[in-house]
Nanobody, 124 residues
């Protein structure tokens, strides 16, 4: 089993940037496909970005394509999400998730583990 802890959230103005981190413990991260999901108040959790175990394959939601970058450092057992050109609609709790799957799943039920989340608030 893997434990995930997100950090790096906060309050930022529209157009600004934030970098989220997800530290893993318990198991080596390199054996998992990883993803970032987010959940805004009153909405369902939605896929943001995913990355294969090697980092060679990535997938993004249309809403963040070109603005967000997902990457991982398996040596540090850490996943990252670089968020640029932030918009007010990016405001949500962001969750790091891990999956033992082939490919890069984009649906939450394919993921086996997730952290407690980190709040990102983008002000206008």
């Amino acid at each position: 089993q893997v434990q995930l802890v997100e950090s790096g959230g906060g309050l930022v103005q529209a157009g600004g940037s934030l970098r989220l981190s997800c530290a893993a413990s318990g198991r080596t991260l390199s054996t998992y496909v990883m993803g970032w999901f987010r959940q805004a108040p009153g909405k369902e959790r939605e896929f943001v970005a995913g990355i294969s175990w090697s980092g060679g394959s990535k997938s993004y939601a249309d809403s963040v394509e070109g603005r967000f970058i997902i990457f991982r450092d398996n040596a540090k057992n850490t996943l990252y999400l670089q968020m640029n050109s932030l918009k007010t609609e990016d405001t949500a709790v962001y969750y790091c998730e891990a999956a033992r799957r082939l490919g890069v799943p984009t649906v939450q039920y394919e993921y086996n583990y997730w952290g407690q989340g980190t709040q990102v608030t983008v002000s206008s």
